[in-house]
């Protein structure tokens, strides 16, 4: 059910990724080291060897000041890695609330879905259980309805995860329970009796 994972695990460094310096540097949480590499002339929209650009790994990190430094520096808050995931969503997977507060301040679009997986930054939170997260996103219009490519909504990827919190403030902000015939007869019960 974890779509995320093994985009995620790669921007981890749990794989045999190949980083320059700067995306060392976003993983890291080096300021000093990410001003010294742009003013030197390393382009901050540079991606690693698997695509993924510093801005997603500072977010996914949990580097504010670091994601705060690469968007004054002109890099899109809009930037995708090659599964199409932004820094929103990466940010949003890690429970990241400061980095995703201040993506949403930029005007990171909090619905985008525009990825290999049609996950919106929501659906990464509730998956991984990010109750804050979840909130804040619910406080800026996210769409508790929203679809990933397999059809299950956000309240759906929290249940499957048993993350109950997450699952409950979806309910609670409107999230409708999923036939059973599409999430399977335990979860459907479970999320009917939380209604």
């Excluded at 990827?157 to 109950?164: D, E, K, L, M």
């Amino acid at each position: 059910m974890n779509v995320f994972l093994p985009i995620m695990l790669v921007l981890m460094g749990t794989s045999s990724t190949v980083a320059g310096p700067l995306h060392d540097a976003a993983k890291n949480g080096d300021l000093k080291l990410a001003r010294q590499l742009l003013d030197q002339g390393t382009n901050p929209t540079d991606f690693d060897s698997s695509g993924e650009p510093a801005l997603l790994i500072a977010s996914l990190a949990g580097h504010a000041d670091i994601v705060a430094f690469l968007l004054d520096k002109g890099v899109s808050v809009e930037s995708r890695n090659k599964g199409g995931l932004t820094a929103l969503h990466a940010a949003a997977y890690a429970g990241n609330l400061d980095v995703v507060k201040l993506l949403v301040s930029k005007k990171a679009p909090v619905n985008d879905d525009k990825n290999f997986y049609h996950m919106s930054p929501l659906h990464a939170a509730a998956e991984e259980g990010h109750a804050e997260v979840v909130a804040f996103l619910l406080a800026n219009k996210a769409d508790i309805e929203a679809k990933e490519r397999n059809g299950y909504t956000p309240v759906t990827q929290a249940g499957w995860r048993s993350h109950w919190e997450a699952a409950d403030l979806l309910l609670k902000a409107g999230a409708v329970c999923q036939a059973a015939d599409i999430v399977g007869e335990p979860l459907y019960n479970e999320c009917l009796k939380r209604k």
